[in-house]
């Protein structure tokens, strides 16, 4: 079974642009969570998605928003970017049951904001 | 806020012993525990979750406790190898489904052989 992917797998962005980050999570998954990962902030959660509606949102700016497609794919969209932003953005997916599950993590996207 | 906090940034230790880490936490009771490994360049991997009513749990080498009136959970790697040489990140949910996770800011265990 294919793993989670993410794309594009590195960026480069201006300060002021927009971006649009996608990940395909594992086939059957209808969860997908966001992460942004700094080296001061260490890995901090962003949203996660559940049946195209946002279940949970993390302490972000409304600049960082996400939607999520019927196959679950998902797509994360930051604007008016700061230098700030630049990070490594993961995305997880998760098989829902009962109790809590763990995550599987894509490569990630490096975006780096110039 | 909620807060976890992984005591050592850096832990080095020589193959064959045990390295244990440690996490904690303040500000919340979470149902689940989780603990990931990070490879320089690459996404976390999931190695063992543990609940609330859980005080322990193993996986070959890997032995996880959970203290929920300490609010720690210790984290040990048995007869350590250089492959073990990673990031490993401890992480609690918030949402009691584990797809709302936060995480400590790990440590860096090298092994040497």
């Known amino acids: 079974k294919a793993g989670v992917t993410q794309t594009p797998r590195y960026l480069i962005k201006t300060r002021g642009q927009q971006v649009t980050l996608s990940c395909s999570p594992i086939?059957?998954?209808?969860?997908v969570s966001w992460y942004q990962q700094t080296p001061g902030q260490g890995l901090q959660f962003l949203f996660e998605y559940f049946s195209e509606t946002q279940r949970n949102k993390g302490n972000f700016p409304g600049r960082f928003s996400g939607r999520q497609f019927s196959n679950s794919r998902s797509e994360m969209n930051v604007s008016t970017l700061e230098l700030g932003d630049s990070a490594l953005y993961l995305c997880?997916?998760?098989?829902?049951?009962?109790?809590?599950?763990?995550?599987?993590f894509g490569p990630g996207t490096r975006l780096t904001v110039t | 806020s909620q807060k976890i906090e992984q005591n050592s940034e850096a832990l080095n230790i020589q193959e064959g012993k045990t390295a244990t880490l440690t996490c904690n936490y303040t500000?919340?009771?979470?149902?689940?525990l989780q603990w990931y490994r990070q490879d320089p360049g690459r996404g976390p991997v999931f190695l063992l979750l543990i609940r609330e009513n859980e005080k322990e749990k193993r996986k070959e080498r890997l032995k996880v406790t959970f203290d929920t009136t300490l609010k720690q959970s210790l984290f040990h790697i048995t007869a350590s190898q250089p492959a073990d040489s990673a990031t490993y990140l401890c992480?609690?949910?918030?949402?009691?489904?584990?797809?709302?996770?936060?995480f400590g800011k790990g440590t860096t265990l090298s092994v040497s052989s």
């Open positions: 992480a609690l949910d918030i949402n009691q489904a584990g797809t709302a996770l936060i």
């Open positions: 997880a997916s998760s098989l829902m049951g009962q109790g809590a599950v763990e995550q599987y």
């Open positions: 086939s059957g998954h209808r969860s």
């Open positions: 500000n919340y009771s979470p149902a689940y």
